[in-house]
């Protein structure tokens, strides 16, 4: 248990789904992340939440959406998507000043675009 | 890019032989990270070593680093069938977690 927990686990949608992944942190941290996990690829960080930035990367599709409501929770909204997004969601977090270079991380949700 | 690039991408060994993994990367760095991964779980932070330093240990793990040559290696030693699981490094260009980049991985089996 790391402390970052992740719902669902696993998640089949259809490309005129919406659906959201979740993410809550109980370690104090304020900084999250998401990460894409696909096969045979280095991870790929998609966003970065935190007090002192917020950090998208550009060559993330707009149908993948973040949320911060508050330093303990993520959420990655997810809609039309492609076959190809198909991939490991792993979220993330940090304390920036504390495990600074340290990322905390979660179990992931498998998500499967039909 | 300053992506870390392990070495070799998968690697089987006998229980409790010594396992080598080695990372490559490109740019200046303010440290690097190993990290392990079990299938389809979360990534656990394994081990960070700065760049003004040379070597660090952790119980059966070892790294190394030489930034003369940007490559760092993890040596897990007396391996274990529960060491069976994904390693890969993270080089960070800041001291600022939003800055890390991961590489591939080594896919690490030990056979028991």
């Known amino acids: 248990e790391t402390g970052v927990t992740q719902t669902p686990r696993h998640l089949v949608m259809g490309m005129t789904n919406k659906k959201s992944l979740k993410c809550e942190q109980h370690?104090?941290?304020?900084?999250m992340y998401w990460y894409k996990q696909s096969a045979k690829k280095p991870l790929e960080l998609m966003f970065v939440?935190?007090?002192?930035?917020?950090?998208e990367n550009n060559s993330v599709p707009s149908r993948f959406s973040p949320e911060c409501p508050n330093s303990s929770h993520l959420f990655l909204h997810l809609h039309t998507l492609q076959p190809e997004d198909s991939a490991l969601y792993l979220c993330?977090?940090?304390?920036?000043?504390?495990?600074?270079?340290?990322?905390?991380f979660g179990s992931g949700t498998q998500l499967s675009v039909l | 890019s300053q992506q870390g690039e392990e070495d070799p991408q998968a690697l089987s060994i006998q229980e409790g032989e010594n396992a080598t993994m080695n990372c490559s990367y490109k740019?200046?760095?303010?440290?690097l990270q190993w990290y392990r991964q079990n299938s389809g779980r979360g990534l656990v932070h394994l081990i960070l070593?700065?760049?003004?330093?040379r070597e660090k240990h952790s119980g059966r793990l070892r790294v190394t680093l030489d930034t003369s040559k940007k490559s760092s290696s993890l040596l897990i030693t007396a391996s274990r069938a529960a060491d069976t699981a994904s390693y890969f490094c993270?080089?960070?260009?800041?001291?600022?977690?939003?800055?890390?980049?991961f590489g591939s991985g080594t896919r690490l089996s030990i056979r028991p």
């Open positions: 370690l104090g941290h304020n900084a």
């Open positions: 939440y935190s007090l002192e930035e917020r950090v």
């Open positions: 993270a080089t960070a260009r800041y001291s600022s977690a939003s800055k890390i980049i």
């Open positions: 993330a977090s940090s304390q920036p000043g504390v495990t600074n270079e340290k990322l905390f």
């Open positions: 740019t200046s760095i303010n440290n």
């Open positions: 070593i700065r760049s003004n330093e």
